[in-house]
């Protein structure tokens, strides 16, 4: 079966390419994947599988391969929706859609799956158990495609999802992997405060809405210098400041937003109180009235420790020449919704380096000039193909 598998995937190696050219050219934005989706749903057109479309709150697609025994299931995850950026890559397969770019390797998840799905389904009589490939819409955009998925309820016979992400940290055929704690949480913040507007030259008639702004800008940033153990990880960013006005006038109110990253469900906790916490007291300070919205968008992301073992157990065994290094890398300050699968099930997300030949210093996942090696998508194929021939214990 392994062997039978890798000669396979070798052999279609060009295909996963043209997949990949063709889904480069003709991105789509998160929930707005249509097009994508269809095509990914033509793909399995008169495959003996069964396919479920518009699973979740957009267009996710399931597609589940029923091995030829009993046994454990598992599900594979590949994201497709891509970003609102204006390309900047001299690619001859560059976007076709003006402001919309594939920056972050989603269209060579979905082309690695298509093609290893479509040679499990060959190989289906093998495999002890049932496999459901998870082609997922909108990782991008909180509330995401996973949590939706996750709740449909469709997967809840599930053992065990795997997923990876295409990640220039190293060249192609380097495989990455981390146990427990694995990428960052993030949450959405915005606040609005409301003071009373007058002129700059009496301010004891007004109340400054930008003086109480500035203060809540530096005092959020003590509740990781002071309320985290300098063990524990996590980011304030207040990326927006909207108090833009006249020189000469003290302005009656402002508006802040702001990112903020954190990688357990601890430290997540305490900067919520925290910050709710400094919001009461920046009313009775300065007598504003303050409107603070706070959203939890993904959770940490952590990759059971056992299965991870596991993992790195199967691909170091595998003695690929497609994949030359399989190592434990950091954890990752970006967020990712596959966190919602590994909620609920014990998962494991790990990494392929895509790093192009010949580069150095390689532009990073969401970069206007982000690209990958192409090789990296064989040994996603490949990677994902020994975790599950391993899985199955499937020689």
Not at 58 to 70: A, C, F, Q, R, S
Not at 77 to 99: C, H, M, Q, W, Y
Not at 234 to 246: L, M, Q, Y
Not at 313 to 331: C, G, H, M, R, Y
Request: charged share 25%; net charge negative.
């Amino acid at each position: 079966m392994k062997s039978k598998l890798m000669e396979m995937l070798e052999s279609r190696k060009d295909e996963m390419i043209k997949i990949r050219r063709h889904l480069h050219e003709n991105p789509e934005l998160s929930f707005k994947e249509e097009k994508t989706a269809q095509y990914i749903i033509d793909f399995y057109k008169g495959k003996d599988v069964e396919v479920q479309t518009n699973v979740g709150n957009g267009h996710g697609v399931i597609v589940t391969i029923k091995g030829g025994k009993p046994g454990k299931n598992i599900g594979l995850r590949a994201d497709f929706d891509a970003l609102p950026i204006v390309e900047e890559t001299d690619l001859p397969f560059k976007s076709k859609n003006e402001g919309v770019f594939h920056g972050c390797g989603h269209d060579g998840h979905t082309a690695y799956l298509l093609i290893l799905a479509d040679c499990l389904i060959q190989l289906k009589d093998e495999i002890p158990g049932t496999i459901k490939i998870i082609h997922q819409h909108a990782e991008e955009v909180p509330p995401g495609g996973a949590k939706s998925i996750v709740e449909s309820g469709i997967l809840d016979d599930l053992d065990n999802i795997f997923g990876i992400h295409l990640l220039p940290m190293d060249k192609a055929g380097v495989v990455g992997y981390h146990a427990g704690f694995s990428f960052n949480g993030r949450a959405y913040m915005k606040l609005k405060i409301q003071g009373r507007g007058g002129h700059g030259s009496s301010p004891h008639l007004a109340n400054d809405a930008i003086v109480a702004g500035a203060h809540f800008v530096t005092a959020v940033q003590t509740i990781i210098s002071r309320r985290l153990s300098p063990f524990d990880i996590g980011v304030i960013t207040i990326g927006s400041f909207d108090g833009k006005g006249t020189f000469n006038v003290i302005k009656d109110s402002v508006e802040l937003e702001g990112d903020i990253r954190y990688m357990t469900v601890e430290t997540k906790a305490t900067i919520e109180k925290e910050m709710k916490r400094i919001v009461k007291g920046l009313e009775e300070e300065f007598g504003v009235t303050c409107d603070l919205t706070y959203e939890n968008d993904y959770p940490p992301l952590y990759n059971n420790p056992e299965l991870t073992e596991k993992v790195a157990q199967f691909l170091n065994s595998a003695n690929d020449k497609d994949i030359t290094k399989v190592e434990e890398w950091p954890a990752m300050p970006p967020s990712e919704d596959f966190a919602y699968y590994a909620e609920k099930f014990p998962s494991c997300f790990f990494y392929i380096g895509c790093t192009p030949k010949g580069v150095e210093k390689p532009y990073f996942n969401h970069n206007p000039k982000f690209d990958i090696d192409e090789d990296s998508l064989l040994v996603a194929a490949k990677a994902v193909g020994y975790v599950v021939c391993g899985y199955y214990e499937l020689d």
